[in-house]
């Protein structure tokens, strides 16, 4: 059973322009992840990064996956950004180093199933089904 210290989360940050994965946006993008890790985290290691990790109506998206110790633990979170024009989507999961791959599996699948759909003001909204 996963340890309850376990957390999967998404966030919607509206954006002023639209961003792009170019080597700016990934350096911007990899200091906003870590400056995320909690305060006193040691032992950081980026594990891997991979470009468009998963594909949300045609968005391009970026993902991270970091080691840290924290608590006498080792934990592992894995973030992927989601650039739409208007919007930032931020797909987090963060587990015991032991529970990570299982959790990441299923949290990874639900993102999959998201579906963007345009509605008639133009604007956009993501669903999961």
Known sequence: MPDTRSIASIQAVPLAAPQTFDEAGIAAARAQVLAE?????QLVKILFEE?????????????FTL????????????????????VQLAFRVTARKADFEMLQRTFRSSILSWQWLETSSSSAAATHK
Request: charged share 10%.
């Open 67 to 86: 080691s840290y110790q924290t608590l006498g633990e080792t934990f592992v979170r894995n973030v992927v950004l989601v650039n739409r024009p208007d």
């Open 51 to 63: 470009q468009n990790p998963v594909s949300l109506g045609g968005a391009l998206s970026y993902g």
């Open 37 to 41: 890790l909690p305060p006193g985290s």
